[in-house]
């Protein structure tokens, strides 16, 4: 397992490819595209035998054809012997329906875990998962990374003076103490909810500033001026790094 | 297992109404919709706990989305209690990757079936697949279905006098055998490659009259003057019903 | 699958015998002891073949023991020709070790899930866990159950004018908008926070009364005068009774 | 995985020797033998502890028997922990059960590949399996090699001038497709089918050679003057070799 | 699963026969035989839909012909949607394979029953099988019958007066213990060794008369004057009738 | 996997210290305790990514903690990305109910293997198993030990003239009969029988010295006078390096 390899579906090549300048190691050389018929494709042009293989593929727009390019690619590399195959997924799509908060409702966060699994993954790398739990949908090892420590750097940076750090959902409570005590900042929380199936949620006011990162492509038209985006190519190289060389991950967080 | 109730995704409700038709039941309430970050959501609205359950879900465009829209489909009927779960995919795709005829390239029939299993189905009931050895992907029964019959009887009742069978392709000369046995006329095999990966063949000269079925919805563009569409409805419906009594599906083809 | 059977271990007898008396069957006949040198023997005393068996055990103290009696039962049922095994565990201990919130910790509720199934579990019936996500640590059928329908109950029957639902920990603030919800009640959360693994929290103050259930036996020193105990068994026996007829566990707390 | 091993069965030890003379090493020390009541005994007699071990075993006559052997030395191999088992079935028996195309028949060229995978094997060696669909009934890596370039290059050798290839079945028009392009010779296809179950074919006129190879044993009488057999033995030990190694099999055929 | 269907492989058909002549039903049709290549090839040619079929195969020679067939009639009946199979074995080959006595050795009984578990038996049904841990080998249920009643009988019938029961190997003491009890006679036990792995024994004095059951075939030239053959048929019915109907095996014993 | 780690449990710290003595390695730095809610918490300290870790913990009183606790820290080691988890149990409890000797009994030696195997161990090293068998019910390589080397070493450095190994237990009769061929000395074997299920034997006569291992620790009312212990610290350290670096284990024993 002495050769690092990493692949990239569709999903956010621009981001493998800032990975792997990080790496100092060029992307793997394989096709991944989609036939008339709407059938995705791949076809690995080298040979990845024994390899450590790394697939960077978050599960952006087209959300749904992600997660089969993902599946299909570690398809294609268990069956073209990869040693090792761990699935980098930035962002992790499904990720509310992670329970039955209503009757004969699924669990697909659950359903996609178990098809990365049978599809031949040996290990995730993902970023912030929507409730820690989905870790333990999986019975392969997660390593999970969290975009806070680049956000918190970048408030630090900013000098904000008198700072609240806002909770818009109970759920998400809990992370935003984790942020908060990152920036030595007090907590707020609204009670916010979802009304139905059908995602909506009441109107926020305008904002200042929107920090987001580079785990999922930005489409066209939601580049606006007020938009900042933060990269995690550096934060998911030194995991990578780390992982095929097998020293501590945590590390990174110290 | 009394009881029996079929659902349908968004592939093809058109045929999923006209087989429940033929049932003389109502489809089973569900919700199958995608929200504003295109995950797809599925809520089962009516109890189903110890129910025979046939979800009725060609993989047609959006093939991925169809795709995914089956599993989450059997994952929430299976957390919710149904007796016994049966796929009904009128149209499964992917079927032309059932096999290694380059290096590096995955097996995504396969990979479908695993998910297929994984998400819970107990049981498929499909239609001319594209090779009988996709029925060897699964580990759970499979039933068979061919529109063959149905085209057969429409060519006869035509009333063509000399007719013959051609193959456009190697790989179909078995199918193309069998039709010719039922309509007793000889075949021929045309020699065509696919050339690379893109999918692309040699153009084909104007047809008189194209037979397809209803297997998946006809694209608008598509509905041609010389298109004619068959229906499965009641070969699916007479498939479903021996199936959950238990009576032999084979004899449908007697 | 016609007939229902009820068995306990020695978690809580008291609660399966008062769900039997709700259910009108006497509990299975059998043996769950301990032999001199601490190994658990379970001998199932009456034909169980083809019977949809219900083993209530909820994971009270001695926690370890009471998890290793369950999956020597199911282990027991499986080989004894049981049709259909629910696993009824109305308490699930370790579900605070349901996530990795530190490095190289276990999430130990998925791990149990796994030890249940591979025991050969069909179904789990249980109520009120940790988190929500537990669920999809399982691949078999989960019914959770509330508490909160009993206490919300209790609470209308007092009549207390003035009422504010207080949340201790930012984790419980979605299940504590469920019951201020109930109760038509404003809500509030406090944030506290596990200081290291030792479990301590801060003291709280003098409580007026602690309204809690029978779902765990109460151990001797803490029947106190302000505690008072709700009964989950006529919850529990309304559930088994329909997940035994194949009705909606739903329609429960309609 | 430093040490390579090789250890043959019963089927085709001639094969094996060829193989390892190849390979530079000498076969590995084990016994294969029957009891007098027919119970295969297998006894790996070297420290395999780590190693990288193939065992070669076409499913040559006694054909089950056969394959029992090697399902049996996979399990030796896998409890004398081997790092790292490959199956090499120069001949994969029961390849033409590989679909249902009669009702109630089985799929057993899936059941022995579930068979050798349930025994411990990581990896499957084969070559010029019946159906290339055969890979996807595995879910471990496959590398199936072609005698078709052995052939080829005797073919070429012997300079036939003018030269057709038949294909005595439409089921191999697309492997004979193929062996007519390396030969740059046209193809024809003899349309032939089998009758009933019974095996028998319409008998074939005189044949001035047939070249097969030794994949499996050539038993006694079919020691004919006009059979050639070409050996596969380099071409194994050459994919044996790149596997050990992690180079590519592909390039065999380059 | 209303209907019974019995059928049986060629490992001992007259058993079956009997077996099904005590059930009051016809064994079930199907072409179990081998093809000139000696692939076994398996056809059901009646409706098993729903069914519950038990499959009467002992492991008599040739031994691992028989194991196969029994493998590829399951495979055969999954397919064709039998509601419930039973492995029927009233011969299991294999039991001393059942524990690594010496180093590197495979624990072939347990590869077996991993075999028939994958093949798709849902419960086993055997007899006397040569150490009692082999039923957990299985993790579906296994009801394991005796012959000793049926022995023990034959000999007080007998009415031989002064009996002692004599264990030939140290393996069996307990077994012979179990008889001893049930004839209520004195027990002695030889220490006999294996030699090496050549199943030889040491040479045993000529018999009066040897009592062996019909679970498997005696062969003709074991047909002496001295050998006494009690039928297991109506046990094996006894029980087949038991388990189809879900009442008490065990009361066979009584 | 270069990296050698031993971690230990609660069950048998002093032997796990003696063994790391033998290997010149210090303990693998781990938190492993119960909260005040009996629930056990693991920590791995250190970093153990792609290391080869070995957990003793031998299932000594609290018999079923010892378990749970091998079992949580498995998990918590798998999911830190483990090379491979050995786990070293050198008394492997429960060894008694390894076959169904009484209708609807467990087979808890085979759940427990199976929740081992489940909770992500790769191997196991034990000792001295109350039945060769149970090796059978793992699928993961077992390594078994036996004391009989040191006990046979010790008794014939007392050089006791007239020497009789009497086995006090039919079922051990194997076992003795090895023990006697060590010693050269004749075998006797007592019939003795468990009376019921409560484990009761008929008392036995004064012993002039009872020699035991330190594979469970000795509670203080049984360290008495005539008890020797013997230790298998550095048995088990052999096996351990010898493991790790893929040498053979039986040469321990040669």
Redesign the interface.
């Known amino acids: 397992m002495d050769?690092l390899s990493v692949f990239t579906g569709n999903a956010n090549p621009q981001l493998a490819i800032a990975i792997c300048q990080h790496l100092h190691i060029p992307p793997g050389d394989a096709?991944v595209f989609q036939?008339?018929?709407?059938?995705?494709?791949?076809?690995?042009?080298e040979?990845?035998?024994?390899?450590d293989v790394f697939v960077i593929q978050p599960f952006s727009?087209?959300?749904?054809?992600s997660?089969?390019e993902l599946?299909?690619?570690i398809?294609?590399?268990?069956?073209?012997?990869a040693?090792r195959i761990t699935a980098v997924i930035p962002y992790y799509?499904?990720g509310?329906?992670?329970?039955?908060?209503?009757?004969?409702?699924?669990?697909?966060?659950?359903?996609i875990a178990?098809?990365i699994t049978?599809?031949?993954a040996h290990?995730v790398l993902t970023m912030d998962m929507h409730?820690?739990?989905?870790?333990?949908?999986f019975?392969i090892?997660?390593?999970?990374l969290t975009a806070q420590i680049i956000q918190a750097r970048y408030f630090v940076q900013k000098g904000l003076g008198d700072l609240t750090v806002v909770s818009a959902d109970?759920?998400f409570?809990?992370k935003a103490?984790k942020l908060a005590d990152r920036l030595n900042a007090p907590?707020a929380?609204i009670?916010k909810r979802r009304l139905g199936?059908?995602?909506q949620t009441e109107a926020t006011g305008p904002m200042k500033e929107i920090v987001i990162t580079d785990s999922i492509p930005l489409s066209e038209h939601k580049r606006l001026p007020n938009i900042k985006v933060l990269s995690v190519a550096e934060l998911f190289a030194g995991a990578i790094s780390?992982?095929h060389d097998?020293?501590?991950?945590?590390e990174l967080f110290g």
Chains 1, 2, 3, 4, 5, 6 share one sequence.
């Open positions: 050769d096709d036939f008339s018929n709407e059938n995705i494709f791949v076809k690995i042009n040979n990845v035998r024994g390899h727009a087209p959300v749904n054809r997660i089969m599946l299909i690619m398809d294609a590399l268990k069956r073209a012997s040693a799509a499904y509310r329906t992670d329970k039955k908060d209503q009757p004969r409702v699924p669990i697909t966060a659950r359903l178990d098809c049978v599809a031949g290990r409730a820690g739990q989905i870790q333990g949908f019975n090892p997660v390593d999970e109970e759920g409570a809990k103490r907590l929380i009670a199936n059908d995602g780390r992982i097998g020293r501590s991950v945590t």
